[in-house]
């Protein structure tokens, strides 16, 4: 068990300053809707808001869970695994819920918002179950395969911020 911490103890540092990165960024993103509030008030806004604005919040939010779970001092691997297993569950669930695909078929939207907004951050929360299948059974690379599930992650959200902001910028204060 010693070694299970020793390993998870080394990891420390990356999960403070990526927690640190997703919130920082989060905060942003409050300021860029707050900023942007006249063309979300509309009714194309305001499916924008719940397809695209809300789970890049929520990838961030993700991040910081994944940093602050991680960070729990003298936290059992098999209780590590579940935790994990739970955000790579909530996660495919909150996707399919969130609808952001049905507003990109919608909206005739391009491949790259596909991929962007759909399927890298299915990939991320499969990725986070894979980690904890791998750390459950004991596997070194269930540490990396976390690690990599939140960079990708955090990589999403900060594309995905930019491609908001200047969304919102395009869209200016127009009122539909």
Do not use: C
Request: no cysteine.
């Amino acid at each position: 068990m010693q070694e299970w911490f020793d390993r998870l103890h080394a990891w420390r540092e990356f999960y403070t300053f990526t927690g640190a990165a997703a919130a920082t960024l989060m905060g942003l993103m409050f300021v860029v809707m707050t900023l942007g509030q006249p063309s979300l008030a509309t009714e194309d806004g305001s499916r924008a808001l719940r397809a695209f604005f809300t789970p890049t919040v929520t990838f961030f939010v993700t991040i910081i869970v994944v940093a602050m779970l991680m960070l729990v001092p003298d936290t059992a691997p098999n209780a590590l695994a579940a935790l994990l297993g739970a955000v790579a569950v909530g996660g495919v669930l909150y996707m399919i819920a969130s609808g952001a695909h049905r507003v990109w078929r919608a909206n005739d939207l391009g491949l790259d918002d596909l991929m962007w907004y759909v399927a890298l951050p299915y990939v991320s929360y499969a990725s986070f179950g894979v980690a904890a299948v791998a750390i459950w059974k004991g596997a070194a690379f269930g540490l990396y395969t976390t690690a990599a599930a939140m960079l990708l992650l955090l990589l999403v959200g900060i594309r995905n911020a930019w491609d908001l902001v200047v969304y919102n910028i395009q869209r200016g204060g127009r009122g539909s």
